[in-house]
T-cell receptor, first 114, second 115 residues
Framework: GESVGLHLPTLSVQEGDNSIINCAYS??????FIWYKQESGKGPQFIID?????DKRQGQRVTVLLNKTVKHLSLQIAATQPGDSAVYFC?????????????FGAGTTVTVRA | KAGVTQTPRYLIKTRGQQVTLSCSPI?????VSWYQQTPGQGLQFLFE???????NKGNFPGRFSGRQFSNSRSEMNVSTLELGDSALYLC??????????????FGPGTRLTVL
């Protein structure tokens, strides 16, 4: 499943399929980007980050892609599992390289179908 | 290692009152950030503290303030509460050390309801 374009608020994906969540950021000077997962009743949980000197970074079952030309960020989740159902946020850091001032996207609700 | 803790978890106040929320970061973390989360506005940055100093501030009115203590614990205060201040207030901590940003760990939040 894929949230196509700038942003779709919801994404429904079949268990076992790959998920792609898209995000547009606002500041071309931002140099640090993060994806968070938020489950109901909990605070956001760090998934993966990427700095502006990279265009791809891989973690466990997740990959983040950064396209600075069009200010676009995406999160790919391989072999989506029921536990991946959550709201996913992208965030860009508007401040310097050592301090935080995160600006969050609107979030995409991912629902995994059994 | 204990995570970020926030107290209280739930709070109900009336308009015009003030409120103080508390955040204890992960041991050894010196940077604490605060965020407001609402269905309409999403997650919005309030401020960040490091070594008792405010390093960054978001676009919130002066009714929102914070501070950090020498043990890195942080409090935020909202005075003259308005209905629109009803939200989940999240605290996040990180090491905050020079050399680049590190992962921020979020607490469970304080759910504030203003009546």
């Amino acid at each position: 499943g894929e949230s196509v374009g700038l942003h779709l608020p919801t994404l429904s994906v079949q268990e076992g399929d790959n998920s792609i969540i898209n995000c547009a950021y606002s500041n071309s000077a931002s140099d640090y980007f993060i994806w968070y997962k938020q489950e109901s009743g909990k605070g956001p949980q760090f998934i993966i980050d990427i700095r502006s000197n990279m265009d791809k970074r891989q973690g466990q079952r997740v990959t983040v892609l950064l396209n600075k030309t069009v200010k676009h960020l995406s999160l790919q989740i391989a072999a989506t599992q029921p536990g991946d159902s959550a709201v996913y946020f992208c965030a860009e850091n508007l401040s310097g390289s050592n301090d935080y001032k995160l600006s969050f996207g609107a979030g995409t609700t991912v629902t995994v179908r059994a | 290692k204990a995570g970020v803790t926030q107290t209280p978890r739930y709070l109900i106040k009336t308009r015009g009152q003030q409120v103080t929320l508390s955040c204890s970061p992960i041991s050894g973390h010196r940077s604490v950030s605060w965020y407001q989360q609402t269905p309409g506005q999403g997650l919005q940055f309030l401020f960040e503290y490091f070594s008792e100093t405010q390093r960054n501030k978001g676009n919130f009115p002066g009714r929102f303030s914070g501070r950090q203590f020498s043990n890195s614990r942080s409090e935020m205060n909202v005075s003259t509460l308005e209905l629109g201040d009803s939200a989940l207030y999240l605290c996040a901590s990180s090491t905050g050390l020079a050399g680049g940003l590190s992962e921020q760990f979020f607490g469970p939040g304080t759910r504030l309801t203003v009546l």
